[in-house]
């Protein structure tokens, strides 16, 4: 379409399905980018450990006396660490714990200007005091729940493959310990990330996942795989992914939400690239499963799961196929319905890339009662939904059959769609007045020309379209000024113009129910 064609920086971003510029499914590139700074809705990156699920902090040894003993100053925590007297050993680096899971600004940088890191690495190895390694499991682990530089500290000072050696240590709470410092390691980017992987994280990872893990622990290992599967630029490499897909699968169907929550948010992330990672997800039959999940009560579910529907329908048409034979379509409506404008945007995210496909995929979606809530949240959504709801329409009126299109506008989509042109946004504008011209490219092969020029007109669309020839953006400008020169000037089109009646006078009394639009 020629406006779209304009848009030459979106549409880049954007996968080339290898049909019309316009019905281009979308990944999320600057959409996103609004949605992942809703923290609540998103997954943490990283975590610190101010509590332990598998065991209370009294389990270190003499942890209960300690209460009434003044911790030691940080020149004697530095002395002690840096000793060679256990039971000092123990007293400093649990002070050192202690001091780093305040609830308030924990004074990491404090701490790494000691010099005391790599000593803390090194009792991760004391395999002989096991309560001296867990103190200093828990330190490095809320170190590394810091800033990139704070991780990195910890990682210079070697803690990856001590880390993962205590991954089999016999003591559970140390095992569970290390899992959470490798999953604080994992968030803080892809580079470290492959680090692990590398380094041989994930087969010892996956072992402590079994029937008799308490839950607390495997929420640890869920969220530890999550960060695992994170990240793009690079996605985790490829083999990585197919080893931690099964145990993701199982843990997806776990009845713990949080469980269920992570498991969700790693596969998104395993969704979010090419089709060939696509693939890997539908061939294990886990889509029935997230559809399931698309209607949990639970938000923390809810919206991993739809991330990673979205996700899927960004790919090819077999693999949009695959969601919409897993029960999508019979869930939108009462997403593109809901109260949180996030969920909105993204089920009509999800919309607007099914609209994209073959006419065959646009006829489900009519059949399936998708045309009402996309009417609605055109006319009453947040504007971030609007915006993804224009671009179904938009995909919608370039993929479909002119019987399909006519259904569309019978829905009483031309109104909010209008309405819309009012909005700041020239990219909505653009796709908007493209969406206008191609609704009267269908027009013009039904012979109904004209009756969409009167709907159009009687909807105070005309009156907003030529308000637009005065816009700042000379794209939109051109755009408008294109369709009415096209369409309502009668000088330049004749046929368009009204009927003339016996008596000479031109005849505006079409009747509405008349319209076949």
């Not at 996605?235 to 498991?263: F, G, Q, R, W």
């Not at 909105?344 to 006829?363: C, D, V």
């Not at 939904?385 to 938009?394: G, N």
Request: glycine residues 6%; charged residues 20%; proline residues 6%.
């Amino acid at each position: 379409m020629p406006v779209t064609k304009k848009h030459g920086e979106r549409m880049m971003k954007f996968k080339n399905k290898g049909k019309d510029t316009a019905a281009m499914r979308r990944q999320r590139v600057e959409v996103t980018v609004e949605l992942r700074k809703a923290k609540k809705d998103e997954q943490i990156l990283k975590r610190r450990s101010i509590s332990f699920s598998l065991m209370d902090e009294s389990l270190s040894p003499g942890e209960d006396k300690r209460d009434e003993i003044i911790p030691l100053s940080l020149e004697k925590i530095t002395e002690a660490v840096n000793g060679s007297n256990p039971e000092l050993q123990l007293q400093a680096t649990q002070d050192t714990r202690r001091i780093l899971s305040r609830q308030k600004d924990p004074p990491i940088n404090q701490i790494i200007e000691l010099g005391i890191i790599p000593r803390l690495v090194e009792f991760l190895t004391y395999a002989d005091n096991a309560p001296l390694q867990f103190e200093a499991a828990w330190a490095l682990t809320n170190i590394a729940s810091g800033t990139s530089d704070h991780t990195k500290a910890v990682v210079e000072a070697g803690a990856i493959p001590a880390f993962i050696s205590l991954l089999s240590s016999p003591h559970m709470h140390i095992s569970e310990q290390s899992v959470w410092a490798l999953g604080n390691i994992a968030g803080d980017g892809p580079l470290y990330r492959d680090a692990l992987i590398n380094c041989g994280v994930i087969p010892p990872l996956l072992a402590l996942v079994s029937p008799v893990t308490p839950v607390g622990f495997l929420r640890n290992i869920t969220w530890t795989l999550s960060n695992l599967c994170r990240n793009k630029n690079p996605y985790p490499p490829l083999n990585a992914m197919k080893t931690m897909l099964p145990v993701l699968i199982c843990l997806i169907k776990h009845e713990d939400k949080e469980i269920i929550s992570d498991s969700c948010w790693a596969v998104s992330y395993l969704t979010d690239g090419s089709n060939d990672r696509i693939q890997i997800v539908v061939d294990t039959g886990i889509l029935p499963r997230l559809v399931e999940l698309m209607v949990s009560p639970e938000l923390i579910i809810m919206t991993p799961a739809l991330r990673a529907i979205g996700n899927v329908v960004t790919g090819t048409d077999e693999q949009t196929q695959a969601a919409i034979d897993a029960g999508v379509l019979a869930v939108l409506p009462r997403l593109l319905r809901h109260a949180k404008p996030s969920i909105q945007k993204e089920a009509a995210w999800t919309l607007s890339n099914i609209a994209a496909g073959p006419r065959q995929q646009i006829q489900q979606l009519i059949t399936c009662g998708l045309l009402p809530p996309l009417v609605e949240l055109l006319d009453k959504g947040d504007f971030k939904a609007q915006k993804e709801a224009v671009w179904a329409v938009a995909n919608f009126t370039t993929g479909g059959t002119a019987e399909q299109v006519v259904e569309l506008v019978q829905s009483g989509v031309l109104k909010p769609l209008l309405n819309l042109l009012l909005a700041k946004d020239s990219k909505t504008i653009l796709i908007i007045l493209d969406t206008i011209s191609n609704l009267f490219l269908t027009a013009e092969k039904l012979g109904e020309t004209e009756t969409l020029c009167l709907l159009v007109e009687e909807l105070d669309g005309l009156e907003k379209i030529e308000a637009l020839q005065t816009h700042d953006n000379n794209m939109v400008y051109r755009a408008a000024l294109n369709i009415i020169e096209k369409y309502f000037s009668g000088e330049e089109n004749p046929d368009l113009q009204p009927g003339t009646g016996q008596d000479g006078l031109y005849d505006f009394s079409v009747e509405k129910q008349d319209f076949n639009f």
